[in-house]
């Protein structure tokens, strides 16, 4: 079922072609940037990284001047406002300090935040000095922390490192949120744990349905614990008073019990997709554009950039390729038919 009214119009108007905000033919505007730095990782995490990742060359990446034109024409061009780093593992890259520094330059044309999303395994020694740079905030996946869990999860990893970077980032001064992945059969019994935990540490979490995105075709709708679940978990141990729905991917809900109180999320892509008031892009490392998480192939800005397109040709194929932007997951619901899993993506 889809909540969007079918498109107008195949062809880019000649007024989107010329300006104005960076719209898909959908009428949803694009103000959020997703900027995938790596597809490499340091964790294996079942629902994301395939068997045998085939991680791409390095020469394909987009060098940081090449990232930074782009990056530069996303703001000051077509509005973007907000740049979320993420991967793969953002923190393979020894260089995000200066990534971050360097998106900072854009403040002056019209960026407003700079976010990260992290497993945070490598975190706590660089958290003073990402916020030196200038980061705003931070996501964080922790989807378990029973450890034999967490290793499930992440390829044989420990939490305790994730753990570390986490209080590293809160005494940088790193306003932070925890995300956790719930697969059936797997994690659904640290989902009061992880809700506890999160609570005695004042910490936003937010739940995430598993996605039909993992690279090894393990997902199915059996193994999606839905938002409705989510809350049955909760509702044992607390009181839930669903909070009005903002423009955030996730639908938040207060709780009350337990120790005290607290707001957590789920991003209920799958039970209750938000595609409707989607304000995201995506950017592979090799400088692909993908306008939604299910666009079956991305658009090569690397390709026009290293053959020389001036910034009017660039953004004319920016705009084109969000223009036909689909509806997303309520279009077709179940296994994207692409070649690329979520480390590849960008979350
Ligand atoms: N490595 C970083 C991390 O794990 O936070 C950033 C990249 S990761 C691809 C970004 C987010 O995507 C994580 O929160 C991860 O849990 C989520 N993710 C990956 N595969 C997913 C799937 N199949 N369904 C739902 N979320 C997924
Ligand atoms: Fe790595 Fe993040 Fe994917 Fe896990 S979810 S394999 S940490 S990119």
């Given at each position: 079922m889809s909540l969007l009214p079918r498109p107008p119009d195949a062809v880019?108007?000649?007024?989107?072609?010329?300006?104005?905000?960076?719209?898909?033919?959908?009428?949803?505007?694009?103000?959020?940037?997703r900027v995938?730095?790596?597809?490499?990782?340091?964790?294996?995490?079942?629902?994301?990284?395939?068997d045998s990742p085939d991680f791409m060359e390095r020469a394909d990446r987009l060098s940081r001047a090449g990232l930074q034109r782009l990056l530069r024409l996303f703001v000051a061009e077509l509005g973007v406002t907000h740049l979320r780093l993420t991967g793969g593992e953002p923190l393979l890259r020894r260089d995000l300090e200066a990534v971050v520094a360097e998106c900072g330059s854009l403040r002056a044309l019209g960026l407003e935040r700079i976010s990260l999303t992290t497993n945070a395994a490598l975190l706590a020694?660089?958290?003073?000095?990402?916020?030196?740079?200038?980061?705003?905030d931070l996501n964080i996946s922790l989807d378990a922390l029973t450890p034999d869990t967490f290793a499930r999860l992440s390829g044989n990893r420990e939490v305790q490192p994730v753990l570390d970077g986490i209080a590293a980032a809160r005494a940088a001064g790193l306003p932070l949120k925890l995300n956790a992945v719930i697969v059936r059969g797997v994690n659904e019994d640290e989902i009061l744990p992880l809700t506890r935990w999160a609570m005695a540490q004042q910490l936003p979490l937010r739940f995430i349905e598993f996605m039909p995105l993992d690279g090894r075709h393990e997902w199915s709708q059996q193994r999606v614990v839905t938002q409705a679940e989510i809350l049955q978990h909760l509702r044992g141990e607390f009181e839930i008073d669903p909070q009005p729905r903002g423009s955030d991917p996730a639908a938040y809900f207060r709780l009350r019990g337990g120790t005290g109180a607290a707001k957590i999320g789920v991003i209920a892509t799958v039970s209750n997709p938000f595609c409707s008031s989607c304000d995201r892009l995506r950017l592979t490392a090799d400088g692909k554009l993908y306008p939604c998480l299910f666009s079956p192939k991305g658009v090569s800005l690397r390709e026009p950039l290293q053959a020389g397109a001036s910034e009017a040709e660039l953004t004319a194929l920016i705009r084109d390729t969000v223009w036909h932007k689909d509806a997303g997951y309520v279009a077709h619901p179940g296994y994207a038919e692409r070649r690329i899993a979520m480390n590849s993506l960008g979350g």
């Open positions: 880019l108007p000649l007024a989107d072609l010329l300006g104005g905000p960076l719209r898909d033919r959908h009428g949803r505007i694009k103000r959020k940037l995938s730095l790596t597809d490499r990782c340091n964790f294996r995490c079942p629902y994301c990284m395939p020694r660089r958290a003073a000095a990402l916020k030196a740079a200038g980061l705003d």
